[in-house]
Structure formats: C-alpha cells, structure tokens
C-alpha cells in the first residue's frame, strides 16, 4: 500500500475493537423471551436431553419442533432421551474451525446414536486415534458463560 | 413449453483474485457480452444472479440490481437473486430455463459470482458454518469438511472405500485442471501429494478439498427458435432435475448413498428423455474426493459401493465408461460457489464446440450432465445439456 501523509488528512473517529456481533454466536437462543423451545434448555438445565414427540402422530423429532411437520399439531411431550449414546461416525476439526472454535482446535465431532436419531456433538474428553464407531458416550453438559447451556458427548 | 438454449457465456479466471465482488461482476459480465457480439445488454430482459454468501463475504445484499446496473442491463421481466449455498448458480440457470421455456421471458441471464478471500480467513471460515443447521450442526463444527469426513468415514468403513481410491479423483481432475486457463489449480498432482498434504478433517486431506475461490460466470438463455440469431453454436439445455431431503444432520436419507441424487437423476434423464448411456460428458460436483465416488454411485455408472474401484480402474477419465469433470472439476479449478454451475455450463459448451484444449476434450461429445449439490449433499440439482437440439 502506498505511503500518505498523515498530518494531511482530518482522521474520523471508528472503534479501536467492535465486539462479536450476536448473531455470529452459534449457539442457540434459549431464553423464554427469544425462543418458542426454551423448554429444551431448561430441561437441560436439570441434566437431560429432550426432544420434541408430536402427541398427535407420535412422531419424534429432531431438533425440537413447535409444529409438527406431519400434522401440524402443536402438542408435543418433551422426551427424555437419555444418558448414553453410541459412536456412529466421528472426525476431528484440526484447521478451518469458525471464529469461537478456533481456539479449541484440534477437536472431536461427530455423530451420535440415541434413542433412534443420530444427532450431531461435539465429542469431549477423546483423542482421535483412539475412537472408534460403535463407542459408547456419555452426555454431557457445557455451560456458556452467559448463563446459557449446551450438550456435548464425551468418552467414560 | 419452449425449447431453450445457451447462446454463449463468459467467465473470470477463478482463484485467489486481487479484486472485489464487484470486480468480478465486471469482469465476467465484459466476458459474456463478448463472447455473443450480436447481442446487446438491452436486449436482456431477465437476470438471475447465483451468489451464495453475499451478505456475508462482501457485505452486500439485494445484489441483483447492482449485477444488471454493472452489466448494463435494465430487467423488465424477472429479477432475483438465487441462494441455493454451492449450487446457487445451478439454480440460476434453472429458474432462467423455466422462465424461457414458460415464455415469461426472451432474453435471460444467469450469472453466478463468490468472492471467497478475505483479509481473515478466520472470518470466511465462520461463514460457511451456517450452511448446515446452524444451532443444531454448524454449532458443534460440523461445516463442510468435518461432514463430509465423517461421510467419507462411513463410505470406507461400509464397502472398503480406501484413501488411495479418492486421492485418484484429485489426480484425474487436476489432470485436466492443469489444461484449463481459467482454473485455480492448473497444475498436477500425484496420488502422493494428496495424501501427503495437511489433514484437515482425517480422512481428507487438503487436497481432498476443493478450494476457496473468487470468480464469476454469466451465460445467456433464449428460446431455442431464437439461438441462432445470435450463434452457429448454441447448446440446448433439454431436461433438468432436483431433489431434496431433509436438512439436519439427523434428517437426511443416508450419508453414503446419496437417495435425492437418484430422484433427481431420474427426474433429469426422464425430461430430457435420454438415458443414462447417452451422456457423454459428467461434471459432477466434486466438492470434496468423496463426493464424486458417491456419485459414481447414485447416477449408476457403477453399483453402490463400487465408486472407489470405479475410479482406480480409470473408468471416469476421457475414454473410460465416462468422461467425469474433463473441466478439472471444482477439485483442479475452485469452487467460487454461485459461479461453480455456471462455468460447468461454460465448459460444456466449449467442449461441444471444440474449444478446449485436446487432452481433455471429449472428441464428439452430444449430450452432457452437469450437477451441484449443495449442503449436506441433501440437495442435489442437475441440467442436462445437448450439442444438438431434441
């Protein structure tokens, strides 16, 4: 870039740092004020991954539903779905994690079976090279920092 | 319903470009003007601009006008934007085919730009993490390459898919990318030098990944009636096909075997009323190694399982069963995702018109199958283009 003159030019004013913008947060919102699911968050709160059961067809879904995509009721029971999970596939984030992950890097995903879905975590407390599909995995819950929670999986 | 065809196009060189969003528009917009003399920006009376992450990479939205404002192009039929994330081009050219064949318009353009660098990487990175579900899948990590490592994971645990057998798909498209001007990677690799190179996600390496590209494309649709008028040559879209299933992760149809790329193979070959042995040329969206193996697959060049063996034995280059991303694919040439589909359509053409280099040109070529898919490969697009008109 060429070279100016700074004494030449009026300098505007813009801020040194600009916080992370809230919507370039990837987890969820879960406050009862911001979300219609904020049941799911609660109830992580007390320890357990739920889901939404449509009470009309039966259906469970995944990510929770506030209207189901069969019938389109909006009576749902929120299930619990557990404690353990089982490996089904899994790879390990080494570059190009997101701005938030980054520093993290290198880390396990993958995809977890339970209760009949196949739900995407992260995996905790794993070494790459010593998963395997087929491994079973605790739940294990994570908080934020802000008063927010989430769910990872990780090994015994 | 009215026959259609392409009567030209023009492209960017694709790769790491000193130059903005904007930039590009101009660029590929001179470059398709130019490639059809007889045609004037006036005549153009619809515009459909295939951009997935504007908003995002060059902090601009409602980005249609300012393509037509760059290209000299006043819409007075239909103008949009088409987000389709890596086949948003693709959906370009088939909302700018529907739109001709119906009669809605005359003269339309699809066109497809990405500026994909930026001075942080970090922060391009990020932006492709919402693609998947974004609170549900992008927030445990899971953009592209971690998907698409565990779908390669599955693919060699179910049928013996080795990582030998997808660094032969890198070998064979850089192959013909290194006989491409316009490509990010013109130049070839060996078998070694794809496993060699840093694991991004185990097991893909990076050059098991298509890159990260700047570059725009335009090609130009008429009635098929209307096509000589302005070329000798024109190329004749004759069917197209799409198909979709679930979104998250948990809601997709399979991992390994790619069920809506079936549907919309189907769909394709049925409306163009060809079948599978007719086509001659395949650009398939090779988005990552284990992605073409699959299609292999799913368009039934070989049996489920099969992709791996398929391509060892050299069946997809030029003169095997089929000729399989003789442009270099999205591997050898980038991935500039609104462009991507439109400079598959840009090559085809080329080819059907004998403009390409010999060691990738695919002697008398009729019929071609260009595909995208886009997400977590749960959506799967497909034009099928003829040298001739049917």
Redesign the interface.
Known sequence: MQKMDKAQFHRVNRPETIKLPFMLDFYPLEDAKLTQISQFFQNLKQGKLTTTKCKKCNQLLWPPRIACPSCFSNEFDWIDLGKEGELYAFTEVRIGAPLGFAQDAPFCVGLVKINNLTISSRIDNAKHDQLKIGDRLHLKIVELGDGRVFFRFAQP | MRKVAIIGGGATRSGKREATWRDLVQEAGKSMFENIPNLSPKDVDSLFVGAADPGRFAFLLHVAPMVAEYLGIQPRKVLARTELMCASGQAAIRYAWACVATGLSDVAVAFGVEKMYMPDM??A??N???VL???????????A??FF???A??HM?EFGTTEEQMAKVCVKNHKYSALNPLAQFPKEVTVEDVLKS???????KLLDCSGITDGAAGVVLVPAEDAKKYTDTPMYVIGSGQASIGN????LAS?TEWIPLKIAAREALQSAGIALKDIDIAELHDCFTISEIIEYEALGWCEKGKGGKFIEEEQSYIGGKIAVNPRGGLLGCGHPLGATAILQAIDIMQQFRGEVPKGRHVQDAEIALAHNLSGPANVHSIVIYSRSMR
């Open positions: 970090a922060e990175q990020t492709m993490s919402c579900d974004r609170e549900w899948d992008g927030v445990n990590s899971l953009s390459p971690p490592a565990m779908t994971q599955r645990l840093l694991v991004v996600a185990p097991p893909l998250n992760v948990n809601n991992l």
